[in-house]
C-alpha cells in the first residue's frame, strides 16, 4: 500500500519585505494519526521556520499542497496534532 506525504518547501521571498536570503531559525515535529483500512498509521512530519536575513521577520515552510486540501479527503490531515 502506499501513501502520499505532501511536499514541504521552504519560503522562496519574505512577505514583509520580499528579500529572498532566509536563515533556519527553528524546527518541530508534528505527529498526525490517521487511519487507513482500521490499521492506525502515525505520520511524523518535520516543519522548519525561517528568519529572514534582512527584516527578521519568521514564517513556516509551507506544503506544496495545501492541508486543507487534505482534509477533504479522509487523510494525513484530518486530525488534530497530537
Not at 487511519?35 to 505520520?43: A, C, E, S
Request: positive net charge.
Amino acid at each position: 500500500m502506499e501513501h502520499s506525504v505532501p511536499r514541504i518547501i521552504p519560503p522562496s521571498q519574505c512577505y514583509s519585505c520580499g528579500c529572498q536570503k532566509f536563515h533556519k531559525d527553528e524546527r518541530r515535529v508534528y505527529t498526525y494519526q490517521d487511519y487507513i483500512n482500521n490499521n492506525t498509521l502515525m505520520v511524523q512530519v518535520h516543519r522548519r521556520r525561517y528568519r529572514c536575513a534582512n527584516c527578521g521577520t519568521k514564517q513556516w515552510d509551507q506544503y506544496a499542497e495545501h492541508p486543507r486540501t487534505q482534509e477533504k479527503r479522509t487523510g494525513l490531515f484530518s486530525g488534530k496534532p497530537l
